[in-house]
C-alpha cells in the first residue's frame, strides 16, 4: 500500500506522457466530406489549385471604369455592359462604364469600381444602358478584391495536424476542396471508479453523489474529436476494476479513468493495471490535480492501450484532463503538445497564500480587462469550472496582489486544443 509514487514537475510529467503517447500514434487515414470533417485532424496538408478570388471582382456595387476617364466628378460615362456576379463582361472601351455589382468580375481595362451612392444613373431615351455620371473621382485600385489576395495558387492553407475548426472547412472549400484526408478519430473507453457513485435520475442513497466526471470527461473526449467507449460507473473492487480495464483494452487506443488513483485501500486502479499491464501513480506538483496515474493495459494480440487515471475530484479531473489527455491526445495524432502558452493579464484580486504546486487558479475575464477570482478553489466545486472562462497558470509559491501580472490561459484555448 506504500507503493513510492514519484512526484513530477507538470512539465516533466508532460514530456513523460507524450513519449509514451507516441508509441500509440494513430496513423490510420480516412477520406470524409469536408461537410463532416467538423473536428477532425487533417492527416494531409490541403493546397491550393488556384488562386482566392480566381480573378479581380468587386466588393462593391456599383461602376467599374477606367479612373483616367474620371479625372473630375461629374464626368458621364455611357454604360456599356451589365456585370453581375457569376459573370465575365466585356473588356472595357475606354470612355465607358460597366454597371458592376458586388462579387461581379472586374472587365479587363477598369482599375477602379465606383460604388453606386456616389453614381447618378441617366435614362437612355433609345432603350439602352444609359449612362452613369460619376461623382467621386476614383482612386486607382479602389474596391478591387485582387485575384489571389486571399489564397495563392499551389500554396498549402491547412497543414497536416491542423483540427479543423468551422473557418479551416471554410478555407479549405474555398480552394476547392469537397472530401479531406484526416486520421481517423482516436478510440477511447472511459469509465469511472466509486462506490459512492449514482447517476443523475436516480434517487440518491444515503452516503451517495452524483457521477459528474461522467459527463465531464465524456464531453471533453467528444468536443476532442474521440470515439468514446462509456463503460459507466465501476464499483470500487479489484474483479470490477480488472474487468473493466479488459474490455476497455480490447478495441481502444487509450483508457481514461477518474478516481481511485491515490493509494487508499479503496483505491483498486493501481493492482488492476498491474494485474492487465502495467501502471505508476504520479504525484505531480499541480493544483488542482496531483494524483494521476500513467500505465499500459494489454490486450490480445501483444499491443497495448494507453492508460491515464485522472483523479477523483470533479475540478482536479477537468483540469487535469485538460492538461494531461489534451496533451497525449494531440501527441497520438501528430499534433504539437505544447500546452497553450496563455497571456499576460493583471489580476484583479490577492492571492496572498499561494500553494507549493504550480496552481491553475479558476477566474474570469471582467469588463476592465482584468481577471476576478472564483472566491473557492477547491478541488470539489464544480461551478467554479463553469463560472471561469480561464485559468491563472501560477508558478509554485508565487503570491499575487492585486495588479500584478499574471498568465491566462483561456479554457478555450484548452478544451478544443
Ligand atoms: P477518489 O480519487 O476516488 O478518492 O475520489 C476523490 C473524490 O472525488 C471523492 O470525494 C469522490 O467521491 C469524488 N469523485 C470520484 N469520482 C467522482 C465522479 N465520477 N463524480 C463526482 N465525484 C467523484
Ligand atoms: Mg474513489
Redesign the pocket.
Known amino acids: 500500500m506504500n507503493a513510492p509514487r514519484l512526484l513530477l514537475s507538470l512539465d516533466d510529467a508532460l514530456a513523460r506522457l507524450v513519449a509514451a503517447a507516441a508509441g500509440h500514434a494513430i496513423d490510420e487515414v480516412e477520406t470524409v466530406s469536408t461537410f463532416d470533417a467538423l473536428g477532425r485532424v487533417l492527416a494531409a496538408d490541403v493546397r491550393s489549385a488556384l488562386d482566392v478570388p480566381p480573378a479581380d471582382n468587386t466588393s462593391m456595387d456599383g461602376y467599374a471604369v477606367r479612373s483616367a476617364d474620371v479625372a473630375v466628378a461629374g464626368a458621364v460615362l455611357p454604360v456599356a455592359q451589365r456585370i453581375p456576379a457569376g459573370h465575365v463582361g466585356q473588356p472595357l472601351q475606354p470612355g465607358t462604364a460597366a454597371r458592376i455589382f458586388t462579387g461581379g468580375q472586374v472587365p479587363a481595362g477598369a482599375d477602379a469600381v465606383v460604388m453606386q451612392e456616389q453614381c447618378e444613373a441617366l435614362a437612355d431615351a433609345g432603350g439602352g444602358m444609359g449612362a452613369v455620371r460619376v461623382n467621386a473621382v476614383p482612386v486607382p485600385g479602389q474596391w478591387i478584391r485582387r485575384r489571389g489576395e486571399d489564397v495563392q495558387h499551389d500554396s498549402v492553407v491547412l497543414p497536416r495536424g491542423t483540427r479543423l475548426t468551422p473557418q479551416a472547412l471554410g478555407l479549405a472549400a474555398s480552394v476547392g476542396a469537397g472530401t479531406l484526408a484526416v486520421l481517423r478519430r482516436p478510440r477511447v473507453a472511459l469509465f ?3 462506490d ?2 449514482q447517476m443523475p435520475g436516480e434517487v440518491l442513497r444515503p452516503g451517495a ?6 459527463f465531464t470527461l465524456r464531453a471533453l473526449l467528444q468536443a476532442g474529436g474521440c470515439e468514446v467507449q462509456d463503460l459507466g460507473i465501476v464499483g470500487d473492487t479489484l474483479a470490477a476494476t480488472r474487468a473493466a480495464l479488459r474490455e476497455a483494452a480490447a478495441h481502444n487506443d487509450l483508457i481514461v479513468t ?5 493509494v ?1 485501500e479503496e ?1 483498486h486502479l493501481k493492482p488492476a493495471a498491474e494485474a492487465e499491464g502495467s501502471m505508476a501513480n504520479w504525484q505531480i506538483a499541480i493544483k488542482p490535480g496531483k ?1 494521476l496515474a500513467l500505465g499500459r493495459i494489454r490486450r490480445e494480440g501483444g499491443s497495448a492501450a494507453l492508460l491515464i487515471g485522472l ?4 475540478v482536479s479531473s477537468y483540469v487535469t484532463y485538460l492538461l494531461t489527455v489534451g496533451t497525449a491526445l494531440r501527441a497520438m495524432q501528430g499534433m504539437p503538445t505544447a500546452l497553450p502558452a496563455g497571456l499576460p493579464l493583471r489580476a484583479d484580486f490577492d492571492w496572498p497564500r499561494p500553494d507549493r504546486r504550480r496552481e491553475f487558479l479558476r477566474v474570469r475575464l471582467n469588463d476592465q480587462g482584468g481577471l476576478d477570482l472564483f472566491a473557492n478553489q477547491s478541488s ?1 466545486v464544480l461551478t467554479s469550472a463553469v463560472w471561469a472562462d480561464g485559468l491563472v497558470d501560477n508558478p509554485p509559491g508565487q503570491a499575487i496582489a492585486r495588479g500584478d501580472s499574471v498568465r491566462f490561459v483561456p479554457l478555450a484555448a484548452l478544451v478544443t486544443r
Open positions: 469511472s471508479t466509486g459512492e457513485l453523489i452524483y457521477n459528474s466526471n461522467r477518474s478516481g481511485g488513483v491515490s487508499g483505491d494524483p483523479p477523483g475530484n470533479p470539489g
